[in-house]
């Protein structure tokens, strides 16, 4: 069965800093991964996705996120933070095989930026 | 209105009470779903519909039921629920397709839900 593990519920960093949130999954057939995003009292954001073609995903906001299937990682990261990247990110692996089109979330990882 | 819609963005009820989330898709999709968002808990996928089809029942208990009545609309019918089923309640949407291919899947603001 496919699971999606991110390491790290809370990370904080400086604005201007890089920031690398990590995400590793789990999956007996190729996977498409995708990361989320969600702001205080909102719904989930689609970040940017993986499908099998590019192993290097470009987002929206300057997030970007690649695909390593010898380390099964896709990690999301940024080059430079600001303060309106604070928010909660979710990883999600989906459940190809399965009898319906569901994803597989991660616990979350609640990213702080300081100024 | 684009996205997905969700209504009542707030909601307190009694054990006792009947109440209804909406949910409605203005991206002309064929999957919906609902998931339940605790704190501090992973989300959790409750309901799947694909073309109006219920698809996926994630062991959901019966206090909460779900209608899908076109694609376009999802419902979530709650009665005599638990002080735990306070939560955050999702809707999302996708392309739907059969034989299932995956597609990502757009969120809803959701529904704050308290149990009194």
């Known amino acids: 069965a496919q699971s999606v593990t991110q390491l790290g519920s809370h990370v904080s960093v400086s604005e201007g800093a890089l920031v690398l949130l990590r995400c590793n999954y789990s999956?007996?057939?190729?996977?498409?991964l995708f990361w989320y995003v969600q702001y205080p009292n909102q719904g989930l954001q689609l970040l940017l996705k993986?499908?099998?073609?590019?192993?290097l995903v470009k987002g929206i906001n300057g997030f970007e996120a690649e695909f390593k299937k010898s380390e099964t990682s896709f990690h999301l990261t940024k080059p430079s933070a600001h303060m309106s990247d604070a928010a909660e990110y979710f990883c999600?692996?989906?459940?190809?095989?399965?009898?319906?089109?569901?994803?597989?979330f991660g616990t979350g990882t609640l990213l702080a930026v300081q100024p | 209105e684009t996205g997905v819609t969700q209504t009542p963005r707030h909601l307190v009820m009694g054990m006792t009470n009947k109440k209804s989330l909406k949910c409605e898709q203005h991206?002309?999709?064929?999957?919906m779903y609902w998931y339940k968002q605790s704190a501090k808990k992973p989300l959790e996928l409750m309901f799947v519909?694909?073309?109006?089809?219920?698809?996926e029942n994630n062991s959901v208990p019966s206090r909460f039921s779900p209608e899908c009545p076109n694609s376009s609309h999802l419902f979530l019918h709650l009665h005599t629920l638990q002080p735990e089923d306070s939560a955050l309640y999702l809707c999302?949407?996708?392309?739907?397709?059969?034989?299932?291919?995956?597609?990502?899947?757009?969120f809803g603001p959701g529904t704050r839900l308290t149990v009194t």
């Open positions: 999302a949407s996708s392309q739907g397709s059969w034989p299932v291919i995956v597609y990502e899947q757009y």
């Open positions: 999956s007996s057939v190729p996977p498409y």
């Open positions: 993986y499908t099998s073609a590019a192993t």
């Open positions: 999600a692996v989906s459940d190809n095989g399965g009898a319906t089109n569901k994803l597989i």
């Open positions: 991206l002309g999709h064929n999957a």
């Open positions: 519909y694909n073309f109006k089809e219920q698809t």
